[in-house]
């Protein structure tokens, strides 16, 4: 099964700072997702990467899928306090293969 | 919000009765999920549906069954609850290749 490894698991930065968080594959990523979670709600969904290489930005944040595929990075520039709360990296198998799995998440608090 | 509902929104129950989670979507997609939320573990799938009775285990599926007879409905049962299934449960739904995955609210289920 492929696992997600998220880092930092968790991170405090000053408003206004840039941040950025990791997600490190087991095996080759094909369909990798980013979503945020406010506490005690659900996953609203930022991103989604397929291709080596591939960044995507919504806003103030930026998504990269590495060339090799293993790799994800999400960019926060100029953090504001409604950046905070906790962002889930997920990945399925792509094409037909829908099963999605997560990595633990990373809680991110962004201090005014 | 995105055509899925879940219910109920919480739910607290004794240890040892069944209990069983509804998901409701609107938009006839083909695949769902159901996944448990706990510290520390962040999101893990218990199981999910690939079509009207068609459904497969995901990686923390011992203790809970499934049953999906009509497209829109997906039930998640506890046959016998004990106190380690106590978590935020939440269902989702896939609309396809190249988008993201819809989350429900969630349920906040607690076995006493």
Known sequence: SQELEQSPQSLIVQEGKNLTINCTS????????WYKQKYGEGLIFLM????GGEEKSHE?????LDEKKQQSSLHITASQPSHAGIYLCGADGGGSNYKLTFGKGTLLTVNP | DAGI?????????????PVTLRCHQTENHRYMYWYRQDPGHGLRLIHYSYGVKDT????????????RSKTEDFLLTLESATSSQTSVYFCAINPGQGYGYTFGSGTRLTVV
Do not use: F, N, W
């Open chain 1, 26 to 33: 087991s095996k080759t990523l094909y369909g990798l997702y």
């Open chain 1, 48 to 51: 989604m990467l397929q291709k």
């Open chain 1, 60 to 64: 103030k944040i930026t998504a990269k």
């Open chain 2, 5 to 17: 509902t879940q219910s109920p929104r919480h739910k607290v129950t004794e240890t040892g009765t």
């Open chain 2, 56 to 67: 497969d285990k995901g990686e923390v599926s011992d203790g809970y069954s499934v049953s």
